[in-house]
């Protein structure tokens, strides 16, 4: 019977690889995020004062880091909802899988990936956002209002509509293909 409970608090406290390889979602980054995960497997961490996440990170549901302390998303991402970093300290956007949207309005990003595919629309609105990356394709609506874009790359892709107004965009590429409207 002793050597039964001694099994148990040997195999419960021992650490695991998990715990001692940050590269894994471990024990120690789950308790961490104890609390804002609901039951559909939505993260949310508005206004949350977490200053990083934990990598690599899967989130079953949406993730909103809205007006939180965040300021970089981790390399290995995938929502498998909606992406919402408005209002963030986001910088820097790494290529990451998400199923729905991303609004990133009046965060800090300045810079995309190349090749990044965006699976809903993308707000960018009211970002220090300078140049949009090669390869760009957004399936919804691409929002680029009061940035400082002045160009787009020409192969930038838009299924929906494009949204230029308070944006420095002069002309648009022919090779540019965008489904919808050009909101100026």
């Known amino acids: 019977m002793i050597s039964y409970f001694l099994f148990v ?4 406290f021992a650490p695991s690889t998990a715990i001692a390889n940050k590269k894994n979602l ?8 104890h609390g804002y995960i609901d039951g559909y497997g939505n993260l ?7 200053t990083e996440l934990p990598e690599p990170l899967d989130v079953k549901g949406f993730l909103d880091i809205q007006g939180s ?11 498998s909802g909606y992406l919402n970093a408005s209002h963030s300290k986001i910088t820097r956007v790494p290529k ?4 729905g949207y991303m609004n990133f ?25 300078t140049a949009l ?10 929002y680029l209002s ?14 929906g509509n494009l949204y230029l107004r308070g944006s420095k965009v002069k002309t648009i590429p022919e090779s540019v293909r965008i489904g919808g409207r050009i909101y100026r």
């Open 69 to 79: 302390e965040i300021t970089r998303l981790p390399k290995e991402l995938t929502v």
């Open 105 to 129: 309005t009046s965060s800090k990003v300045a810079v995309l990936p190349a090749g990044l595919k965006v699976k809903g629309d993308l707000s960018l609105v009211d970002t220090p956002i």
């Open 26 to 33: 471990g024990f120690v980054d789950t308790i961490k995020l």
């Open 44 to 50: 949310r961490l508005k206004n949350a004062k977490f």
């Open 133 to 142: 990356p090669r390869r760009l394709n957004v399936q919804g609506n691409l």
């Open 96 to 99: 990451v899988d998400v199923g």
């Open 146 to 159: 009061n940035t400082g874009i002045t160009s787009l790359p020409p192969d930038l892709r838009v299924d």
């Open 9 to 12: 608090f040997v195999i419960a």
